[in-house]
């Protein structure tokens, strides 16, 4: 996730249970470019392995390159390629989650990272969604392109770019998608807590699961995974104490990360929220602690909890982070009818990374 599972957030995760922990989304153009923004978001931790980083491409050969430079500098040991975003700004450009519409530039992009991938061995996926809206859906058709190109497996998020992270996840599509191919299938979407991820492998007869927004302010949630997907009944429910002495890790961490202990406490700011979810915490604190700028000052306001305060069993299997509404995809003009264009869309190539 973009602005989250950065080097700091996946130690934090890879703490409590084994997993796959992806790096924030990549774009092609930037990796090339070598913009020193995206060097930095491609670190990985010395100990972190495999090395699982996301490209976000519109544009095979500048996919293809990007995915050699991976290769030539051994900078990742899995890749996947995004085509999940609904962001505006992508879409109407044809890029994110509007691009498998185009299905031949779909297939060529996909081609592309898996021959340049190859001959170093490193298994390429596909992350996508259903399709533009519930009129024009892709996922199936994507899914055997995908696999037709060599991918070692598909991750469907179920739900299409117009409904961006509104309602709920269809995870019949997903259940659809695992009957139409024959590679590894991944579920995406509402897994809140671990027996979600039992269930839908139940329902769907899925290989594995995405979790996403389940995961903020919640890194324990992968012990209940490892937990779950091993038979074991344990769940965890951390008291406040232990979830604060979790929050000054993961702030101790971006500051590492960041070489610098105001940008860590900045980007820590965003998390408060979704650690102190539910817990009784008055106003006035969660502010303060959103608005911290140096670790003393974060101890100072954490030693201000109630350590003893049980974990708000109310907020289980209730969504966490962005359920914004659905909306209109903007595409560019023409999108619709151009289904066989193979051409690369103008302007899709993003040139930051992290969107
Ligand atoms: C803040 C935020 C950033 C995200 N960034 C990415 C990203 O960089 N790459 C990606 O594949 N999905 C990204 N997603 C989508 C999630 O990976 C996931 O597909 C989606 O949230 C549905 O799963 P969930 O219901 O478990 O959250 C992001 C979601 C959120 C809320």
């Not at 996840?169 to 809140?192: M, S, T, Y």
């Not at 971006?254 to 610098?260: F, I, N, Q």
């Not at 008055?282 to 700028?293: C, M, N, Q, Y």
Request: charged share 25%; glycine share 10%.
């Amino acid at each position: 996730m973009a602005g989250i599972t950065n080097v700091a957030f996946r130690r934090l995760c890879r703490e409590q249970g084994d997993g796959l922990y992806i790096c924030e989304m990549i774009t092609t153009r930037a990796l090339l470019e070598r913009n020193p923004r995206t060097l930095r978001m491609i670190a990985f931790a010395p100990e972190e392995r495999p090395r699982s980083l996301q490209l976000y491409g519109t544009d095979p050969e500048i996919t293809g390159a990007a995915v050699r430079m991976v290769v030539a500098e051994n900078l990742a040991d899995h890749i996947d390629l995004n085509f999940g975003c609904p962001v505006p700004k992508v879409t109407r450009k044809g890029g994110g989650a509007a691009l498998p519409w185009r299905r031949r530039l779909f297939a060529r992009i996909v081609r592309a990272a898996v021959e340049a991938a190859a001959p170093a061995g490193i298994p390429v996926t596909v992350k996508m969604r259903k399709g533009i809206d519930d009129d024009h859906l892709t996922y199936v058709e994507a899914g055997l392109a995908a696999q037709d190109a060599g991918v070692a497996a598909v991750a469907l998020h179920g739900r299409t770019a117009a409904q961006r992270y509104s309602g709920n996840a269809d995870w019949e599509a997903i259940a659809e998608l695992k009957q139409a191919l024959d590679i590894p299938v991944l579920g995406n979407g509402d897994i809140w807590e671990a027996d979600d991820a039992l269930r839908m492998v139940e329902q769907t007869g899925v290989d594995g699961v995405v979790v996403g927004r389940g995961c903020l302010g919640r890194p324990w949630l992968f012990a209940d995974l490892a937990a779950a997907f091993a038979g074991r009944p344990e769940r965890k429910l951390p008291t406040l104490g232990e979830v604060a002495a979790m929050m000054r890790r993961h702030a101790e961490l971006l500051v590492e990360w960041l070489g610098s202990e105001r940008d860590g406490c900045v980007d820590f700011r965003k998390h408060v929220a979704w650690y102190l979810k539910g817990f009784p915490v008055g106003s006035e604190l969660r502010r303060a602690l959103a608005s911290v700028s140096r670790l003393a000052e974060l101890d100072a306001l954490l030693a201000e909890l109630d350590p003893a305060e049980p974990f708000p069993v109310h907020t289980l299997g209730k969504p966490r982070g962005r359920t914004n509404s659905p909306g209109k995809v903007f595409l560019p003009e023409g999108w619709l009818e151009s289904r066989d264009d193979e051409s690369v869309p103008e302007g899709a190539e993003l040139a930051d990374s992290g969107g």
